[in-house]
């Protein structure tokens, strides 16, 4: 790393320490970009570096402060007298089930994550999570039995597993979570009626003929077909449909 | 006086039964109140231990929920709920350095301020509708019903959060203004068996039969009851206990709301019966409380 070219843009250095070893870095970088400024190299613990896979959970305290932090060591930008470690892999163990036979009953829920009764309510889950899922209060939901709560209160997770590794109850809330969403997206919420009747459409040939004339085209009349197409402008109205519905059953 | 209901998670589920009709009767009987928004489990039981302040926790989050939502009195219905939310009340307010404590914990939370009433169902109907307000809004007397009403444990132990301290017999009073008669019934108070059902189940199955056995000597038609867990135990798990007592009779139980919403005249939806064992539904029908057709 060429340290000149850092100064020349007169970028400050603050003090950070990465797993107790003390570190100067450039204070606009994120935690990640600062633990590979220091000389670490990401083999786990990095993915989408855009805040949205959950790989690189972070925890990290702050000088004089007795309270746990985190983040997304792709999002969080380091602050001076950070402590960080990251977190690449928590164990959670995910239980195994056929989905298909899966009812999608709270009782199965139940059985397949027993453990979930073992919450205290002490929120730990909640103030940890770098996404602001309110996890606890999907914990609860489920309790009661509310699939469907517990699915739309946890659709935000991005299962980084920070949740599980400050469970008292031990438990590892985001699996609980994701077969709930699983068996609300899968088996409880209404089906979407038109997706349905559009893939009936086409299992019953209705665009065969439409797809065999578009393979006899050329490069040019397909590109003409394409740039020409009608489109649904960006801020429509409820009601908007096209003006031609040639091709559509 | 603005009421928070407190559900409980088992009212969500298996106890649909318990609750439906309870909220019904509310509106009958012109009481205001809202359910709480968002809420945890209640804890499910109080801990006795004195430094175990994290099973504390649940229960007084509750508190600072209906406190969030502006309310200074929560009512449950589940009995056990009751129980562990107005003695978790009873322990912080008796305790301010445990109550600051619990405070500095759920930092996340505005701080309880011990300003919340935790009461049950009966209380809200003795105390602030009254037994004969209730009686005028009957429209279907429960006569000749005998019923062995069951308080358990958990309505009125330990005596500072007694339903009853005065031993008036809130439950007989209440069965009294449907126009039931409740039976003198010496295992009214006794245990269910409670958790010990599942850990140890014979000891459990024991104290059930006592319950059980104690119903039958009152000559009792139906046993009637006000917590989810009372109803497991004798309820759902009643063919087992009869079968291992001698001279034990089944003996139909009913939830103390159950009867409410029947005397009521409420929507038999609301009252569920199709949750209740089927010797229940067969003695509403034999006593043309219910149409055979709504069961």
Redesign the interface.
Known sequence: MDTATVTEVETKTIPIFVMGKKYEVPDTLTIMKALEYAGYQYIRGCGCRGGICGACATVYRKAGDYKIYTGLACQTVVEPEMYLAQIPFYPANRASYDFETLDATPESIFKLYPELFRCVACNACTKVCPMDVEVMDYVSALKRGDIKAAAELSFDCIQCGLCASRCMGEMAQYHIAQLARRLYGGKLAPKAEHLRKMCDDIEAGTFDNAMAEVKTLGEDEMKKIYTEREMEPAMSEEGWTPASSAGLA | MKIAYY???????RAASLELAALEALNVLGVDFTELQ????C?AVFSLAEDDL??H??PV?NLVRAQQEGCDTVVTICSQCYNTLARANLLVRGDSEKLDTINR??D?EPDYDGGIEVIHYLTLLRDHVGWDALKSKVVRPLDGLKVAPFYGCTLLRPDEVSIDPLKEGVLEDFLRALGAEPVPFAAATECCGYYQMLAHPEEGMQRAAKVIGSANQAGADALVLSCPLCEYNLGTRQSEVVAMGEQLEPVPTLYFTQLLGIALGLEPDLYRLDLAGPAARDLLVEKNFVAAATV
């Open positions: 559900p409980g998670c088992t009212m969500k589920t968002r809420w945890n489990c804890g994290i099973h926790v649940a989050r914990f759920m996340e």
